[in-house]
C-alpha cells in the first residue's frame, strides 16, 4: 500500500516513520531547498546528501519513479523533489498525506487519492479532504477529524518546557544564513547561535539547540531559523518528537479506520 506525504520536514517524517514501521510504502515530496529546522529528523535532509536515517530508518533521494519503485523493494522510504506535485498523478498512491504544516491549503484536493490526510488547520474534512489531523498540542493533538477543520493557527509556537515563543529562532532580516552552532549544542541566554549577513541571531533562553536551519541557504526576514529546547535532553535532538509519533498515529488510525470502512486489502 502506497502513502505520498506531501513535505518531507519533521513532522511529516515522524509520520513517515510511524507507516513504514507498520509495512506500508512511503514516498515523500519535498521542495528543491528543503528548510525544516529540525534536520537531524527530517527525511528533507535527503535532499542534500542523496539519504537521510531516522531511528535506523533510512530514506532515499530518487530522481525517477522506476528509482523510487525499486527504493520501495528495497524496503526503503524515497524522497522526491516535487514542487508541482506531479508525483500524485504519476504514482496514484492508496493515501496522500498533506504535511506541509503551511497553515493553508496549496493545492491539495480531496480527489488527489482514494483517501487523503491533511495535517493541521488550512483544510476542511470532507470537502477538500477525508480527515484532518489535529497539529496543536494539547487535549486533541493527534486527534482525527472527519467533520470540520482543525484548530485555527494561533502564532504562537506550542509550549516546551514552559517556553513559547522564547525557544524558537527567527531570522532577523533576509540575506544569507550561516550557523554557528551544530545541532545538539548547549547555549545560554545571549549566546550567538547564527548570523544573517551578518546580524546575529542570538538565544534568548538557556537549552540544547535542537534545531537549525542549514548554513549558507538565502532566507526572509522573519522565517524560522531555528528552535530552542529547555529541557536541555541532547538525544531528544536524534529521535522523532512526542508530538511528531502522535500526529503520526493519528494518520495510522485514519488509515486503518478507512480500510475497515471500505474492507480495503492489501
Not at 40 to 45: D, K, L, M, N, Q
Not at 158 to 171: K, N, P, Q
Not at 213 to 225: E, N, R
Request: with cysteine; hydrophobic share 40%.
Amino acid at each position: 500500500m502506497l502513502v505520498l506525504i506531501r513535505g518531507a520536514g519533521d513532522i511529516a517524517t515522524g509520520v513517515a516513520v510511524r507507516l513504514h514501521r507498520c509495512g506500508f510504502s512511503v514516498l515523500l515530496t519535498e521542495l528543491p531547498n528543503p528548510t525544516a529546522v529540525r534536520r537531524t529528523v527530517a527525511f528533507s535532509e535527503a535532499v542534500y546528501r542523496e539519504t537521510a536515517s531516522v531511528e535506523g530508518i533510512t530514506a532515499r533521494l530518487c530522481e525517477s519513479e522506476a528509482t523510487a519503485r525499486t527504493a520501495f523493494e528495497q524496503g526503503e522510504p524515497a524522497v522526491m523533489i516535487d514542487p508541482a506535485g506531479e508525483s500524485v498523478s504519476a504514482f496514484r498512491p492508496d493515501v496522500l498525506v498533506d504535511a506541509m504544516l503551511a497553515k493553508r491549503n496549496l493545492g491539495t484536493q480531496i480527489s488527489d487519492a482514494p483517501l487523503v490526510i491533511a495535517l493541521g488547520p488550512g483544510f476542511t474534512a470532507g470537502v477538500d479532504c477525508h480527515c484532518v489531523v489535529e497539529t496543536m498540542r494539547g487535549h486533541t493533538l493527534g486527534r482525527c477529524i472527519y467533520t470540520g477543520s482543525a484548530l485555527p493557527n494561533t502564532g504562537v509556537p506550542g509550549s516546551v518546557g514552559g517556553y513559547t515563543r522564547d525557544r524558537v529562532l527567527y531570522a532577523p532580516a533576509a540575506g544569507v544564513f550561516h550557523a554557528h552552532q551544530p545541532i545538539g549544542a548547549m547555549v545560554a541566554a545571549g549566546d550567538t547561535v547564527a548570523d544573517v549577513g551578518g546580524i546575529s541571531i542570538r538565544a534568548e533562553i538557556e537549552g540544547c539547540l535542537r534545531g537549525i536551519l542549514p548554513d549558507g541557504i538565502s532566507v526572509p526576514a522573519g522565517m524560522k531559523a531555528g528552535d530552542i529546547d529547555p529541557r536541555c535532553a541532547r538525544e531528544h535532538c536524534f529521535t522523532v518528537s512526542d508530538k511528531a509519533l502522535a500526529i503520526g498515529g493519528g494518520v495510522l488510525e485514519a488509515i486503518l479506520h478507512w480500510q475497515a470502512e471500505h474492507k480495503v486489502h492489501h
